[in-house]
Protein backbone atom coordinates (compact mmCIF):
# COMPACT_ATOMS: atom_id res chain seq x y z
CA UNK A 1 0.00 0.00 0.00
CA UNK A 2 1.39 3.16 -0.86
CA UNK A 3 0.76 6.09 1.66
CA UNK A 4 1.00 9.83 0.79
CA UNK A 5 0.57 12.27 3.41
CA UNK A 6 -0.12 15.94 2.55
CA UNK A 7 0.72 18.11 5.68
CA UNK A 8 0.41 22.02 6.19
CA UNK A 9 -0.98 24.18 8.88
CA UNK A 10 -4.85 24.84 9.39
CA UNK A 11 -6.21 26.47 5.90
CA UNK A 12 -3.50 25.46 3.74
CA UNK A 13 -5.36 23.67 1.06
CA UNK A 14 -4.93 20.51 2.29
CA UNK A 15 -8.53 19.05 2.04
CA UNK A 16 -8.68 20.77 -1.01
CA UNK A 17 -6.18 18.46 -2.24
CA UNK A 18 -6.12 15.18 -0.37
CA UNK A 19 -10.28 15.66 -2.49
CA UNK A 20 -8.56 16.25 -5.80
CA UNK A 21 -6.03 13.10 -5.58
CA UNK A 22 -8.47 10.43 -4.03
CA UNK A 23 -10.95 12.03 -7.40
CA UNK A 24 -8.28 11.31 -10.16
CA UNK A 25 -6.73 8.60 -8.01
CA UNK A 26 -10.10 6.73 -7.99
CA UNK A 27 -11.04 7.90 -11.83
CA UNK A 28 -7.90 4.97 -12.79
CA UNK A 29 -9.74 2.62 -10.41
CA UNK A 30 -7.08 2.68 -8.31
CA UNK A 31 -8.39 1.83 -4.47
CA UNK A 32 -7.79 4.52 -2.35
CA UNK A 33 -8.95 5.65 1.21
CA UNK A 34 -8.18 8.60 3.23
CA UNK A 35 -7.09 9.09 7.21
CA UNK A 36 -7.60 12.89 8.56
CA UNK A 37 -5.62 13.64 11.87
CA UNK A 38 -7.96 15.40 14.35
CA UNK A 39 -5.83 18.11 15.21
CA UNK A 40 -8.53 19.93 17.72
CA UNK A 41 -8.46 17.82 20.71
CA UNK A 42 -11.03 16.08 22.94
CA UNK A 43 -13.30 13.44 21.44
CA UNK A 44 -13.86 13.66 17.35
CA UNK A 45 -17.38 15.36 16.73
CA UNK A 46 -20.32 13.04 16.73
CA UNK A 47 -18.72 11.03 19.48
CA UNK A 48 -19.22 12.47 23.02
CA UNK A 49 -22.53 10.98 24.08
CA UNK A 50 -22.78 8.12 22.01
CA UNK A 51 -23.17 4.66 23.15
CA UNK A 52 -20.03 3.28 21.90
CA UNK A 53 -18.10 6.46 23.38
CA UNK A 54 -19.66 5.26 26.21
CA UNK A 55 -18.85 1.43 26.27
CA UNK A 56 -14.98 2.61 25.91
CA UNK A 57 -15.34 4.24 28.95
CA UNK A 58 -16.58 1.33 30.65
CA UNK A 59 -13.25 -0.66 29.62
CA UNK A 60 -14.33 -1.68 26.16
CA UNK A 61 -10.52 -2.07 24.40
CA UNK A 62 -12.13 -0.90 21.10
CA UNK A 63 -15.74 0.24 20.50
CA UNK A 64 -17.46 0.78 16.89
CA UNK A 65 -20.52 2.31 16.30
CA UNK A 66 -21.72 1.69 12.26
CA UNK A 67 -24.99 3.65 10.64
CA UNK A 68 -25.31 5.13 6.76
CA UNK A 69 -22.14 3.28 5.46
CA UNK A 70 -19.68 4.72 7.67
CA UNK A 71 -17.87 2.91 10.71
CA UNK A 72 -16.55 4.80 13.37
CA UNK A 73 -13.82 3.32 16.16
CA UNK A 74 -12.72 4.08 18.92
CA UNK A 75 -10.62 2.82 21.40
CA UNK A 76 -9.14 2.33 25.16
CA UNK A 77 -5.68 3.79 24.30
CA UNK A 78 -4.53 5.94 21.94
CA UNK A 79 -4.05 4.77 18.03
CA UNK A 80 -0.65 3.52 16.99
CA UNK A 81 -0.21 4.62 13.46
CA UNK A 82 0.78 0.93 12.59
CA UNK A 83 -2.75 -0.29 14.12
CA UNK A 84 -4.64 2.66 11.59
CA UNK A 85 -2.55 1.54 8.54
CA UNK A 86 -3.83 -2.24 9.11
CA UNK A 87 -7.11 -1.61 9.04
CA UNK A 88 -6.13 0.07 5.45
CA UNK A 89 -4.50 -2.83 4.39
CA UNK A 90 -6.97 -5.40 5.69
CA UNK A 91 -9.57 -3.57 3.25
CA UNK A 92 -7.16 -4.21 0.54
CA UNK A 93 -6.53 -0.58 0.03
CA UNK A 94 -3.71 0.36 -2.72
CA UNK A 95 -3.18 4.17 -1.89
CA UNK A 96 -3.69 6.06 1.57
CA UNK A 97 -4.33 9.83 1.27
CA UNK A 98 -3.02 10.66 4.89
CA UNK A 99 -3.98 14.27 5.58
CA UNK A 100 -1.65 15.78 8.38
CA UNK A 101 0.37 13.14 10.87
CA UNK A 102 3.55 15.28 10.28
CA UNK A 103 6.30 13.27 12.53
CA UNK A 104 5.25 9.89 10.59
CA UNK A 105 7.88 8.86 7.61
CA UNK A 106 5.92 8.54 4.75
CA UNK A 107 6.11 10.22 1.18
CA UNK A 108 4.68 13.70 1.59
CA UNK A 109 3.24 16.65 -0.15
CA UNK A 110 3.91 19.64 1.90
CA UNK A 111 1.89 22.77 1.93
CA UNK A 112 2.92 26.14 2.11
CA UNK A 113 1.07 29.11 2.84
CA UNK A 114 3.14 32.21 3.85
CA UNK A 115 7.00 32.84 4.35
CA UNK A 116 6.13 31.60 8.49
CA UNK A 117 5.87 27.96 7.28
CA UNK A 118 8.71 27.64 5.23
CA UNK A 119 10.68 25.77 8.59
CA UNK A 120 7.99 22.77 7.28
CA UNK A 121 10.42 22.11 4.40
CA UNK A 122 13.75 22.11 6.93
CA UNK A 123 11.44 19.67 9.54
CA UNK A 124 9.97 17.15 7.29
CA UNK A 125 10.95 14.02 5.98
CA UNK A 126 10.34 12.08 2.38
CA UNK A 127 8.78 15.98 0.92
CA UNK A 128 8.53 14.83 -2.60
CA UNK A 129 6.26 17.97 -4.11
CA UNK A 130 5.39 21.17 -2.24
CA UNK A 131 2.66 23.14 -2.89
CA UNK A 132 2.50 26.81 -1.98
CA UNK A 133 0.97 30.30 -2.34
CA UNK A 134 4.41 32.31 -2.69
CA UNK A 135 7.13 32.57 -4.62
CA UNK A 136 10.01 30.32 -4.07
CA UNK A 137 12.96 29.60 -6.31
CA UNK A 138 12.77 25.74 -7.72
CA UNK A 139 17.13 25.82 -7.56
CA UNK A 140 16.73 26.06 -4.12
CA UNK A 141 14.89 22.68 -3.40
CA UNK A 142 15.40 19.46 -4.48
CA UNK A 143 11.70 18.56 -4.97
CA UNK A 144 9.32 19.99 -7.41
CA UNK A 145 7.41 23.21 -6.44
CA UNK A 146 4.07 24.06 -7.76
CA UNK A 147 2.13 27.13 -7.33
CA UNK A 148 -1.53 26.21 -5.96
CA UNK A 149 -3.19 27.56 -8.66
CA UNK A 150 -0.50 25.06 -10.71
CA UNK A 151 -3.08 22.16 -9.43
CA UNK A 152 -3.58 21.02 -12.65
CA UNK A 153 0.06 20.87 -13.45
CA UNK A 154 0.62 18.42 -10.29
CA UNK A 155 -1.93 16.23 -11.56
CA UNK A 156 -0.03 15.49 -14.66
CA UNK A 157 3.19 14.69 -13.18
CA UNK A 158 1.63 13.21 -9.70
CA UNK A 159 2.15 9.21 -11.07
CA UNK A 160 5.93 10.34 -11.97
CA UNK A 161 6.12 11.67 -8.53
CA UNK A 162 5.28 8.08 -7.41
CA UNK A 163 5.85 5.90 -9.72
CA UNK A 164 5.25 1.97 -9.47
CA UNK A 165 3.94 2.25 -5.95
CA UNK A 166 0.50 1.25 -5.97
CA UNK A 167 0.87 -2.13 -4.49
CA UNK A 168 2.70 -3.87 -1.89
Known amino acids: MQIIQIVGYKSSGKTTLAKTLITSLAKKGIKVASLKHHGHGGIPVGMKETDSEK ?3 A ?3 ISGVEGQNMLQLSNQYAWEMEQMIAIYKLLKTEVLVMEGFKQYNYNKIVLIRNEEDLH ?17 KQTSYPYPIFKQEEIKDFHKCFFSLFPNQWAD
Open 55 to 57: HRQ
Open 59 to 61: GAI
Open 120 to 136: LLEQMTNIRAVMTRIQL
